[in-house]
């Protein structure tokens, strides 16, 4: 469903900018990640707010964590929600660092997974490899998510570092291409403070053409994802969302929000002030 259903409530009130659309979505994805939310909380989110997630993302490495009952029990109902859901990239990199690509995929695969994130935001990984492990992925019934960047302090994202990769993973299958911002929204796109230079955000889109619905902008505060459905509209892709921002960024979609309901009232996708 895309609207809650109140007989009481006009459509157009609880989705103003008309852009949004309902699950399975080819853009405006929601992309989450927990960092350790229980079971209760858990189902409580999905019950209440999944017509708005698209991807759920166990953070960093913490499936590792989990008793393996809970574990499968949080894969199995995201599953039933209609979520792609997937181990963080962290742990996909500590794991290859100690086997091979295939046995990562089998016991992802075992626990229920349906997606798979790989990244090399930690520990380098060669070009060659990274295919292999894309077509590991796919062949094992995977969704693929890669991610470019790094998640060192000082790490700004490059113009053709970033479209180059976006080119060769999705060549090799990948589904989308996440753009690194870490937890913090400090690295990547992001200065120190969290800020982005919305120029150069245009111009990777502009040379990305129709490659850049498939990326992902990791944007984990708020004033990052006002600046990027200001810049790029309701429907640019949108990860590291915190559990519990989740209904805040559909009213920042939707035009629900002062921060971007006078643009959705105006009919501009871009261009805040």
Same mark, same amino acid.
């Given at each position: 469903?895309?609207?809650?259903? /109140?007989?009481?409530? +006009?459509?157009?009130?609880?989705?103003?900018?008309?852009?949004?659309?309902?699950?399975?979505?080819?853009?405006?994805?929601?992309?989450?990640?927990?960092?350790?939310?229980?079971?209760?909380?858990?189902?409580? =989110?999905?019950?209440?707010?999944?017509?708005?997630?698209?991807?759920?993302?166990?953070?960093?490495?913490?499936?590792?964590? &989990?008793?393996?009952?809970?574990?499968?029990?949080?894969?199995?109902?995201?599953?039933? &929600?209609?979520? /792609?859901?997937?181990?963080?990239?962290?742990?996909? @990199?500590?794991?290859?660092?100690?086997?091979?690509?295939?046995?990562?995929?089998? $016991?992802?695969?075992?626990?229920?997974?349906?997606?798979?994130?790989?990244?090399?935001? !930690?520990?380098?990984?060669?070009?060659?490899?990274?295919?292999?492990?894309? !077509? $590991?992925?796919?062949?094992?019934?995977?969704?693929?998510?890669?991610?470019?960047?790094?998640?060192?302090?000082?790490?700004?994202? @490059?113009?053709?570092?970033?479209?180059?990769?976006?080119?060769?993973?999705?060549?090799?299958?990948?589904? /989308?291409?996440?753009? @690194?911002?870490?937890?913090?929204?400090?690295?990547?796109?992001?200065?120190?403070?969290?800020?982005?230079?919305?120029?150069?955000?245009?111009?990777?889109?502009?040379?990305?053409?129709?490659?850049?619905?498939?990326?992902?902008?990791?944007? +984990?505060?708020?004033?990052?994802?006002?600046?990027?459905?200001? !810049?790029?509209?309701?429907?640019?892709?949108?990860?590291?969302? /915190?559990?519990?921002?989740? =209904?805040?960024?559909?009213?920042?979609?939707?035009?629900?929000?002062?921060?971007?309901? $006078?643009?959705?009232? $105006?009919?501009? +996708?871009? !261009?805040?002030?």
């Amino acid at each position: 469903m895309l609207d809650c259903d /109140h007989p009481f409530l +006009p459509v157009h009130w609880a989705n103003p900018s008309g852009s949004r659309r309902e699950k399975p979505r080819a853009e405006g994805l929601t992309m989450v990640i927990d960092k350790g939310v229980g079971l209760t909380a858990y189902r409580d =989110l999905l019950e209440m707010a999944s017509p708005y997630m698209d991807i759920y993302k166990l953070g960093f490495g913490t499936a590792a964590l &989990y008793p393996d009952e809970l574990l499968r029990q949080k894969v199995h109902v995201a599953v039933q &929600y209609g979520l /792609h859901i997937m181990p963080g990239g962290t742990f996909f @990199e500590i794991a290859l660092r100690q086997s091979p690509i295939s046995a990562y995929m089998k $016991a992802i695969k075992s626990a229920g997974f349906n997606a798979v994130e790989i990244s090399d935001g !930690t520990f380098p990984l060669s070009a060659e490899l990274r295919r292999a492990a894309i !077509t $590991a992925g796919c062949d094992a019934g995977l969704f693929v998510y890669t991610e470019v960047g790094k998640k060192a302090s000082d790490y700004r994202a @490059e113009r053709e570092e970033l479209l180059e990769t976006l080119q060769a993973d999705l060549e090799a299958g990948a589904s /989308h291409v996440i753009v @690194e911002a870490r937890e913090s929204g400090t690295v990547g796109i992001f200065d120190k403070n969290g800020s982005a230079d919305d120029t150069f955000i245009r111009d990777v889109v502009r040379a990305a053409g129709e490659r850049a619905s498939r990326l992902i902008w990791e944007a +984990p505060k708020k004033e990052q994802q006002v600046l990027l459905i200001c !810049t790029l509209g309701t429907t640019v892709n949108l990860g590291n969302i /915190h559990y519990q921002d989740v =209904l805040s960024v559909e009213t920042l979609r939707r035009g629900l929000r002062g921060d971007t309901a $006078a643009i959705m009232e $105006a009919g501009r +996708p871009a !261009t805040c002030e």
